[in-house]
């Protein structure tokens, strides 16, 4: 037997005080992960420890507590830097989340890299995140956006992918995982085609970044973008890896304090990286509260967490598609643990409703992805996204509630 | 919450399961007088709501077609047969008791209302992201009468 079945399931859950609540006098069982994660009491702990004893401004002040502040927030920094072994700590800049993340790149660089007729491409499965940044600078630098199609398993067209790439290509912006799907796309070839064109590449890792291990070296994105709070730690943080040379050749996109070297009437100097593009007070308990997520981590193993949550992926597939006439959307052969579905003669927000009755916590809608709603011809899905405080008897009960729900709209 | 729900007695009651099946004057009109969008965001909740009113300003034909969840299709079948052969200025009056009714501003049981068995929404409001759904239609008609041809509920 392998280790994984000493996966320490019931000691994890103990870490997670928000999973003891009660929803409708049931326990919450919460299965809507790839909207946000629940945080560690580790990740709390550094909220209060911050706010508590070293609360002050970074980058700024001789005093203590500034200087304890610093160290702390550019510590996890330094943890970013590992955790996606990056080359360099200023390769890692601190945005309040994945989508400012994206804007900032189409901003900056895209501002001032990009010329009429370039062109960008995105896929269909795309967030819209990943879709809006860039139809907001093909229209102001009119740029041109392409979109690569997916098949019926929701998986990328690769070979459609190749034949829109060329030497317009400037940007290639893609989904590692998709947040309505759960397909892993194969990012280091997507990559790997668009720079035999010279094409950056953006990896959008909302999804990817607490599922499995990230390499951005070994990946050879130029930009990699993922939020805090998928990763267990607060909202309001996020992270944009860039390679340091492309990083240095872009110009900041919002002034003010901390990116400046100097500051007179008639000129500004900027600061170096990272901080050249991080202006303004930043959500330094939040960043500090990411530092101890990613500790947590850490001490369960990413690979760990992938295995364990491959599990329950597959247990909760045979689960549900047990259920007579439900049909997930999303059948991809690399997958995360994200089980998107319809039922017939049931519109999703009865679904979320009506298992919300049970405790269950599931996202119904159209996930922030609209064109992909559109390419499977439905209005929305509920979908259930697990995380590895997840349990088979929690995928037990979501498949008996839905089955209750089958009884009031046969 | 402090109140026991049941919401097989508030929201999917045989009422509205049976008028989510069976929607009442579903079909695209021709010719309408008037006609507007309604569009909830949030859910994709989408439909059109069709009037023909007379010169007297009598509703002689409402309809309504679009796609949604069974709150928002129920509660369009039942405005369509709430307002028919209602003069306009009926219809505007059951729209704001409606629309108080589902965001608990009226008591059925204290307050005067032409509602009838609208009331069945009437606890709707413990699920208040429920509460547009049920409300779409009645912005969509309210808005076709008074020449707005895009309602969203987020507006």
Redesign the interface.
Known sequence: MKTRTAFPIDVIRKDFPNLSVTI?GKPLVYLDNAATTMKPRTVLNALKRFYENENSNIHRGVHHLSQVATEDYEATRDKIRDFTNARHRQEIIFTKGATEAINLVAQSYGRTFLNKGDEIIISHMEHHSNIVPWQMLCQEKRCVLKVAPINDQGELIFAEYEKLLSERTKIVSMVHISNSLGTINPAKDIIAAAHQYKAKVLIDGAQSINHKKIDVQDLDCDFFVFSGHKLFAPTGTGVLYGKLEILDAMPPWQGGGDMIASVTFEKTTYNTLPNRLEAGTPHIAGVIGLGAAIDYVHSIGIDAIEEYEHELLQYGTKALTAIPRLRLIGTARDKAAILSFVLPN?????VG??VD?DGIAIR???HCTMPL?KRFNV??TSRASLSFYNTKQELDKLVASIRRVKE??P | MTEPIDIRADLYQEIILEHNKKPRNFKVMDHPTHFAEGYNPLCGDHLTVYLKVDPEGTIEDVSFQGSGCAISQASASLMTTSIKGKKVKEAEILFDQFHRLVTCALDPKKDPHQLGKLTIFTNIWHYPARVKCASLSWHAMHGALNKVQKVSTEE
């Open positions: 409708h049931v519109h999703p927000h009865d409703t009506l009755q119904t809608g159209h709603m209005p929305a009031i709209f």
